[in-house]
T-cell receptor, first 115, second 115 residues
Framework: AQSVTQLDSHVSVSEGTPVLLRCNYS??????LFWYVQHPNKGLQLLLKYTSAATLVKGINGFEAEFKKSETSFHLTKPSAHMSDAAEYFCVVTANSNSGYALNFGKGTSLLVTP | KAGVTQTPRYLIKTRGQQVTLSCSPISGHRSVSWYQQTPGQGLQFLFE???????NKGNFPGRFSGRQFSNSRSEMNVSTLELGDSALYLC??????????????FGPGTRLTVT
């Protein structure tokens, strides 16, 4: 079985402060992990992906995520939040298993950035 | 390069009717996946088409079906619409099939309202 849990449904930060969006996963197989962002009334945009290369992954707009196998986590961070970062963020885990390909989206974390 | 396009963007249907949504992937992309997004259930995977064949399927009833054409364009059909089918339907394209672990590029979605 495979699943992904985004630990916070809402996160609020002040502009210029660090952002931490938490994601835990479970997978019996070697997973690929992704973070996507969705701005209001828009489709999803890929921020970054992990596919068993370097454990620290750098993405667009200053975001990065660290794959920690021992903690089964893939948290998304950014050193300094910008107003334009306010959006919904989704953690996604995919894996090939004996029963086929599986893909799971987290429930999403809504990021609010205050002035 | 043009992004993923979906038509129509908004649709209102009555219970019991059927609906067809269309998706044109990024040029050169051969995989098209469909997702349903609702406030209650979040993002759920419907199915993936690659080279005109359904490769993966989520846990949705048979009322939801799709197909892919030789130019990789895809259509999704929902028959006998129910109120619970009201959702944002997102299409995503990928260079190769999802099992390859590649990222997906999402369209803006079709907002379906069933009355």
């Amino acid at each position: 079985a495979q699943s992904v849990t985004q630990l916070d449904s809402h996160v609020s930060v002040s502009e210029g402060t660090p952002v931490l969006l938490r994601c835990n996963y479970s997978s019996s197989y070697s997973p690929s992990l992704f973070w996507y962002v969705q701005h209001p009334n828009k489709g999803l945009q890929l921020l970054l992906k992990y596919t068993s290369a370097a454990t620290l992954v750098k993405g667009i707009n200053g975001f990065e995520a660290e794959f920690k196998k021992s903690e089964t986590s893939f948290h998304l961070t950014k050193p300094s939040a910008h107003m334009s970062d306010a959006a919904e963020y989704f953690c996604v885990v995919t894996a090939n298993s004996n029963s086929g390909y599986a893909l799971n989206f987290g429930k999403g974390t809504s990021l609010l950035v205050t002035p | 390069k043009a992004g993923v396009t979906q038509t129509p963007r908004y649709l209102i249907k009555t219970r019991g009717q059927q609906v067809t949504l269309s998706c044109s992937p990024i040029s050169g992309h051969r995989s098209v996946s469909w997702y349903q997004q609702t406030p209650g259930q979040g993002l759920q995977f419907l199915f993936e088409y690659f080279s005109e064949t359904q490769r993966n399927k989520g846990n949705f009833p048979g009322r939801f079906s799709g197909r892919q054409f030789s130019n990789s364009r895809s259509e999704m059909n929902v028959s006998t619409l129910e109120l619970g089918d009201s959702a944002l339907y997102l299409c995503a394209s990928s260079l190769v099939e999802l099992a390859g672990g590649h990222e997906q590029y999402f369209g803006p979605g079709t907002r379906l309202t069933v009355t």
